[in-house]
């Protein structure tokens, strides 16, 4: 019996339906005849024929075999620590910018106005010599290297008692600086370089200049914690007005102790008052603040800030002074950790005040030898109530005079009003705002200014009423928290007029080194 056979029908182009259009063909297509050669594709047409010489490739699978990588240099500890160093001093001065843009501005522009003061040593480079004789181990002065008998402080002992040294000096008496002596010891290292001949004009000028920036920074925190609502350039500009505007200018580039001590002063006082502010580095408070009572004795009231930002900073200070019984120990903590920063110092100033003087308080002025102001110490003693009135009319009353054919203005050696010297104090009185500083600011200014009105010396010689540099640094903040423009036209004014008047304070004052070398 025959097999019957099927025709097998031809695929249809159309897909049956119901199928689905990924599934697989049901046969693969027929193998070419073997006369026919295969088709090569284009990318195989274009490479080039393999010889029989030609390697056959590997027929292994896997990544191709790499390359062996040149070696890298080791980077050295040196370059490394470099490149920290330059990353650390790039941020730096991208945080600091401005600080540092002003302390050069104020640096030429102060050693310029110095002229030939500031290559040369000041006539009166008392803090150089006290420092050159603490390098040498003692505590007094050689009398034989000293360069002049003006405000120095002689003792005599007689009887057991210390008393100032009257009439010819003897063998046995013992010579000091008759100030503070804290400037002596940031003076030490480059005194160690320099000995005798270290240049305290110079030195002024930087010290000045770093006073400036070191404004700014307070500035700007105050910005910062809300304390004002000024930015960067108004804060620039306060800062420019102190180095340009006030008396601050001429006794920058001078050298000499009396105007070393008040510029040296003002630059603690920044530092003091930027941890002072709502009491939040006691320690560091209590330490630049010591730094700045043993440069100027005036600057032992400021400590009253650091006391109300602890106590009552405010706002509601009534609320908080009758709370003070359930938090006296944050209080008693910050005041603690306060004069912890501050004792070191002060304790080692009024041990060697005793030992000079005999006293933990005496700084030297009492043993003044062969000067002027004796007679009225020894009458009337340091301070006296018979002084207020002088020492009123050389703040606040005296005026510049004509004289000279063809007229022009002088000015007198025992002060010159501050109305005039600085201008902006009018702005304090009648402020716009009066934000949480206010009170405490005022109250710092009154309680240092004041004690120098009964002060025996007006501070002659002198351009200006120079002691009110001590508070310099508080006048300007009042203003800054006082709300004035410096936009305003009467702003600009006395902005302007202060550069004036102490332009020709820098350009025209004559103290003791021009006086000795006849300048």
Not at 49 to 64: C, Y
Not at 298 to 321: I, W
Not at 354 to 368: D, I, K, Q
Request: proline fraction near 9%.
């Amino acid at each position: 019996m025959s097999r019957s056979k099927s025709k097998r029908s031809k695929p249809s182009a159309t897909p049956p339906k119901g199928s689905s259009r990924g599934a697989a063909p049901s046969a693969p297509p027929p193998p070419a005849p073997a006369s026919e050669p295969p088709a090569r594709s284009a990318a195989a047409s274009d490479a080039p024929a393999r010889t029989p010489s030609s390697p056959e490739p590997s027929l292994r699978s896997g990544p191709p075999p790499e390359r062996p990588s040149r070696p890298v240099a080791p980077v050295s500890a040196g370059d490394q620590g470099s490149g920290v160093v330059g990353a650390a001093v790039r941020t730096w001065f991208a945080a600091y910018r401005v600080e540092v843009v002003l302390f050069l501005v104020s640096f030429v522009v102060l050693a310029s106005f110095s002229s030939q003061r500031f290559l040369r040593q000041s006539e009166a480079p008392h803090f150089v010599y006290q420092a050159k004789a603490w390098l040498e181990g003692r505590l007094d002065l050689d009398p034989e290297v000293l360069p002049n008998l003006e405000d120095w402080a002689c003792v005599r002992e007689v009887a057991g008692a210390k008393v100032r040294c009257e009439g010819p000096p003897r063998p046995g008496d013992r010579w000091y600086v008759s100030f503070p002596s804290f400037p002596a010891v940031v003076m030490l290292p480059f005194v160690a370089i320099n000995g005798y001949q270290f240049n305290d004009t110079s030195f002024g000028v930087f010290t000045g200049a770093l006073a400036v920036a070191l404004f700014y920074a307070l500035l700007r925190f105050l910005s910062k914690e809300g304390e004002t609502p000024r930015t960067w350039a108004p804060n620039a500009v306060l800062a420019l007005t102190l180095a340009f505007g006030t008396l601050f200018f001429y006794a920058s580039i001078r050298g000499e102790v009396w105007f070393s001590a008040e510029v040296m002063g003002v630059a603690f006082t920044c530092l003091y008052a930027r941890n002072a502010v709502r009491a939040h580095r006691p320690v560091l408070a209590g330490l630049f603040f010591s730094m700045a009572t043993l440069t100027r004795t005036p600057l032992l009231f400021t400590g009253l800030f650091f006391v109300l930002e602890a106590v009552c900073p405010g706002p509601d200070r009534l609320s908080q002074l009758k709370e003070l019984g359930t938090r006296w120990k944050v209080v008693a903590d910050k005041l603690g950790h306060f004069a912890l920063g501050a004792a070191p110092l002060a304790l080692l100033a009024a041990a060697y005040n005793v030992y000079r003087f005999g006293s933990p308080a005496e700084f030297g002025h009492r043993f003044l030898y062969n000067n002027r102001v004796n007679v009225d110490i020894d009458r009337l003693g340091l301070f006296n109530v018979a002084y207020l009135s002088r020492n009123l009319e050389a703040a606040f009353l005296k005026l510049p005079g004509l004289s000279g054919s063809p007229p022009r203005l002088t000015y007198d050696p025992h002060g010159l009003t501050l109305l005039l010297t600085l201008p902006l104090l009018v702005f304090l009185l009648i402020p716009k705002r009066k934000p949480r500083l206010h009170w405490p600011v005022w109250l710092t200014v009154a309680v240092t200014a004041l004690p120098g009105l009964f002060y025996q010396n007006t501070g002659y010689m002198q351009f200006g009423f120079r002691f009110s540099i001590d508070y310099t640094p508080y006048l300007l903040l009042l203003f800054a928290l006082g709300g004035w423009s410096l936009r305003h036209r009467a702003v600009v004014a006395a902005l302007v007029l202060g550069g004036l008047v102490n332009f020709w304070g820098a350009v025209a004052f004559r103290g003791y080194t021009e006086l000795v070398r006849n300048w």
